[in-house]
């Protein structure tokens, strides 16, 4: 199943959808892909039989604006999955792999207020001047649960979509100096989308751990990043088995992966310099394709000036 949540131009109510051969079968209103969750699927199931067979409107997906598919998530986590990012960013840094990042699956919370989806702009935060993209998948948590195993977590989610984890890399620099970031480097701007892949749709590209799917990021059509999903070290049932350790994770929880190999300028610029590689600037286009997830595009727009606290 592949599902989308959109707007009309004459209903600004955010409406769910079935994609059926590249139209929109669209769900009776108030039903969200949030409320589909909780199960193990069969609320999902059951409403895609109804909007195949019994749509409220069949609607052609580029008459409608795309949101995120989850716009307002209950939390999001984003961890730090891909080895390759890890070791060629801590290599440049003149440090090793730290062994922990073997043993612990680690993330931050970002911030669920600032969820956007395709074609919406994103707004530069105010004092960054070293703005960045990254490219990643997110897993939005399909069934609740605590202290869940690896297997249990992977039943668990309901489906995959395109991640952009925007980062203000000064303004994250700064931060991560006091040992509490990213806190303002991270929290204005995270894209999801276009669409909500569930599992099954998936299962032929299964490799081990993860999924064998094609990942690459472009910015004004240039292609900057390229990398495979089957490429991460920690899969996505063990990152919500981490993240539910002595505690609970719920449906409508969006567990990010963290960037791929190449998967953002910071770690380009590293190896490659920053002529070759600038920082985002307004007026840029990125896009961020994961191969059968779709294509994430975001426009760049100056943001607000900085206003001082004191």
């Not at 600004?12 to 590249?22: F, Q, T, Y």
């Not at 276009?194 to 004004?220: F, G, K, Q, W, Y």
């Not at 059509?221 to 002595?246: H, K, T």
């Not at 190896?271 to 990125?286: A, F, K, T």
Request: proline share 6%.
């Amino acid at each position: 199943m592949r599902w989308v949540t959109f707007q009309q131009a004459e209903n600004p109510d955010e409406r769910a959808g079935l994609l059926v051969d590249g139209r929109i079968h669209v769900c009776r209103p108030g039903i969200t892909l949030l409320s589909l969750l909780g199960d193990d699927g069969e609320r999902l199931a059951a409403a895609a039989d109804t909007a195949r067979r019994d749509p409220q409107d069949v609607v052609d997906l580029e008459a409608v604006q795309v949101r995120a598919p989850i716009p307002h998530p209950t939390t999001v986590r984003d961890f730090y999955a891909f080895e390759q990012h890890v070791r060629t960013a801590r290599q440049r840094r003149g440090l090793e792999m730290d062994p922990d990042w073997y043993e612990l699956h680690v993330f931050y919370f970002s911030n669920p207020y600032a969820i956007g989806g395709p074609d919406e702009v994103v707004r530069i935060p105010p004092g960054c001047a070293e703005m960045d993209y990254e490219l990643e998948v997110a897993a939005v948590v399909g069934m609740g649960g605590a202290d869940l195993d690896p297997d249990a977590a992977q039943r668990n989610i309901a489906g995959y979509c395109v991640m952009n984890d925007w980062s203000a890399r000064d303004v994250q620099r700064r931060e991560m100096k006091l040992s509490m970031g990213p806190v303002k480097g991270k929290d204005f701007a995270t894209s999801i989308g276009p669409m909500l892949v569930t599992p099954d749709e998936l299962e032929d590209v299964r490799r081990d751990r993860s999924l064998d799917l094609a990942m690459t990021a472009s910015v004004n059509g240039v292609e900057y990043s390229r990398a495979s999903l089957a490429d991460i070290y920690w899969s996505f049932g063990e990152m919500l088995a981490y993240a539910s350790r002595g505690t609970r994770v719920e449906p409508g929880d969006v567990i990010g992966s963290g960037t791929c190999g190449t998967g953002c300028i910071l770690e380009l610029s590293m190896v490659h310099g920053h002529d070759r590689y600038p920082w985002l600037q307004p007026g840029d286009v990125v896009e961020l394709s994961v191969e059968r997830l779709g294509t994430l595009r975001n426009r760049i727009v100056a943001g607000g000036p900085l206003q001082p606290l004191r």
